[in-house]
């Protein structure tokens, strides 16, 4: 057996402590060890985007990052994305557009989207679409989702 | 899934140190889109992986004419590099177009050689750009060319304790040009049916002087097919030339049928890219 990893990190803008199987992946780590169960499991081999987080500023898909290896970074998750005074303006968004019917993959869309945004806030519909292809949804068919995100350019 | 243990290196001899102890059952995680998803599957089993992204030497990204990247750096890292895009086309296009924004943000391009999958998009492009790989071990290092790096599908030349550092690729000349395309069913975030990279070379009058062409998702490693360099050397970059180094590739491709395509398919796909990504890489050349 392996000894658990003790890893020090930010999450959120909070600092971190805790101790970790080293094979354990940074989704299980969120969700089972630190409780941040916002960010969901979809498939689990990095082709659905449901997990995605910010990675020290770029997304990935935390189902294929370990938690030890977030020592010293920084992490964000769908449960930073909203503020003191309410919902993001994507999350707003995305609840008029009806942008989602089950759930399960939007903590990932928004996150997603929150960091295209942030990097190309006029980014057109075809750079959204291409942004957003690592995140899949079997509900909404996309169109909805895209439109939300274009509501918050506007 | 096995219970591994992980060991965030720091240095070159750190990583050889653990490789040399635990031979097979250690290897090197960088982006962890096919590592883990593989060990998750139970595809293998490991005691160790070292993650090398904390080594400076495979983080290095030097653009000098010639270019070396390490086996660290990202996907998005190297298309966000506008000078080594404008150099090194054909490696944009497979970095760009591989996985979706979460795995270009994470996967190197080693990492993808070092899969090995015959659909590896970055692989192709590798080998068209001239790329050389620097493998280390506890007992020194070697150079292999990334065209005869890949031994079968999921197979390489890497022996027990060895890893891959950094790749070299050859400085291009002003009228040198490369470009990929795949196949896929979507438009995006899908594995090549079959994808074509192609390379070439004018000369001052504007002749061909070098082309290279290698297949991907058609044989059982990349296909580099020299024929096609030997047909088009010396010859016009004209769409009629396209279409005969086409049908070479058409004929030289060995692919199987699977759940992605059939083997016919899987040909004529082969000539396309062929003729499509060659007549890329000579718009590429003209403009310099």
């Known amino acids: 057996m392996v000894d658990k990893i003790h890893v020090k990190t930010t999450i959120n803008g909070l600092p971190q402590e805790f101790l970790v199987d080293p094979f354990m992946s940074l989704l299980e780590t969120l969700r089972d060890v630190l409780n941040l169960t916002g960010t969901k499991e979809g498939c689990n081999d990095g082709n659905c985007g449901a997990c995605t987080v910010v990675l020290d500023g770029r997304i990935v898909d935390s189902c294929c990052v370990l938690g030890a290896e977030i020592e010293g970074k920084t992490v964000e998750t769908i449960e930073g994305m909203a503020g003191p005074d309410g919902l993001h303006p994507l999350q707003q968004a995305f609840l008029e557009e009806a942008a989602l019917q089950c759930g399960i993959c939007t903590p990932g869309f928004l996150v997603s989207a929150k960091a295209l945004l942030e990097r190309e806030p006029e980014a057109d519909e075809h750079r959204i679409r291409y942004w957003l292809a690592g995140n899949l949804c079997r509900c909404t068919g996309y169109d909805k989702i895209i439109k939300a995100v274009q509501k918050v350019q506007a | ?288």
Request: with cysteine; net charge negative.
């Open chain 2, 1 to 288: 899934m096995h219970p591994f243990d992980y060991v965030a290196a720091t240095s070159v001899d750190q990583v050889n140190s653990v490789l040399a102890e635990h031979g097979k059952r250690a290897r090197p995680l960088v982006g962890g889109t096919d590592l883990l998803v593989q060990l998750r599957g139970g595809r293998f089993e490991l005691d160790v992986v070292v993650d090398i992204k904390g080594v400076p030497e495979a983080n290095v990204l030097d653009l000098n004419g010639s270019l070396k990247m390490g086996s660290a750096v990202s996907c998005a890292t190297v298309y966000e590099n506008e000078a080594i895009s404008a150099a090194f086309p054909g490696l944009m296009d497979a970095a760009e177009l591989i996985g979706g924004i979460q795995i270009q943000s994470r996967a190197s391009m080693a990492g993808n050689l070092c899969n090995s999958t015959p659909s590896g998009d970055t692989i192709g492009p590798m080998i068209v750009h001239g790329g050389q790989v620097n493998i280390v071990s506890s007992s020194g290092s070697r150079t292999v060319a990334v065209e005869d790096f890949c031994t079968g599908p999921g197979r390489n030349v890497l022996e027990d304790g060895e890893w891959v550092l950094d790749i070299t690729f050859p400085a291009p000349s002003s009228s040198f040009g490369a470009a990929y395309e795949r196949f896929i069913p979507r438009n995006e975030m899908d594995i090549a049916v079959a994808g074509a990279a192609s390379s070439l070379t004018l000369d001052g009058s504007g002749n061909i002087s070098e082309a290279k062409v290698s297949l991907a998702a058609v044989g059982p490693t990349p296909v580099t097919v020299g024929a096609i360099g030997d047909l088009l050397e010396g010859k016009t970059p004209t769409a009629e030339n396209f279409e005969a180094a086409g049908k070479i590739a058409y004929d030289a491709v060995s692919p199987i049928s699977d759940m992605r395509g059939t083997i016919e398919q899987r040909r004529h796909l082969s000539g396309v890219l062929t003729r499509r990504t060659l007549a890329k890489a000579a718009e590429r050349a003209k403009a310099g």
